[in-house]
């Protein structure tokens, strides 16, 4: 996963907090057939150890831009915060029914402590900085 090539922004961008990394799960095959095993793991990784699972296959492109991981998302939205937590929702999926896992979630959600920014087609949207 690496940066857009097009210039228009993804419908979501997280950017994490300082000391954020991304890493991917390597693809394997059994040799037996797995049908709607979805895609590999990822995971944003804090500087503690900590690993947060992401919605690999809702992922369009990842970086480390200035040393925070930014994960941009094609099918998620942010909703709000909600009892202390960052809330997203999966409003469509971005890989045929064949090759998602029949467990993937509707619902992601983060804790503000992890996140620096979160832009929706290019405007931030969390936090509010000021009137628009």
Known sequence: M???TSAAPPALLIQ????TSV???PSFTTGLPVLRNGPPGTF???GDGDRVPLPT???IFSAVV???AQVGFGGMQFVAEEDGWLVFHRVRDLLPEAELSPERRRRM??????VTAIF???RQVWPVTGYH
């Open 2 to 4: 690496t940066a857009p």
């Open 16 to 19: 994490f907090v300082a000391g």
């Open 23 to 25: 890493e991917r799960e």
């Open 44 to 46: 944003v990784c804090f």
């Open 57 to 59: 296959d809702q992922i």
């Open 66 to 68: 200035a040393g925070c």
């Open 109 to 114: 959600t983060l804790a503000p402590r992890m």
């Open 120 to 122: 929706a087609h290019g």
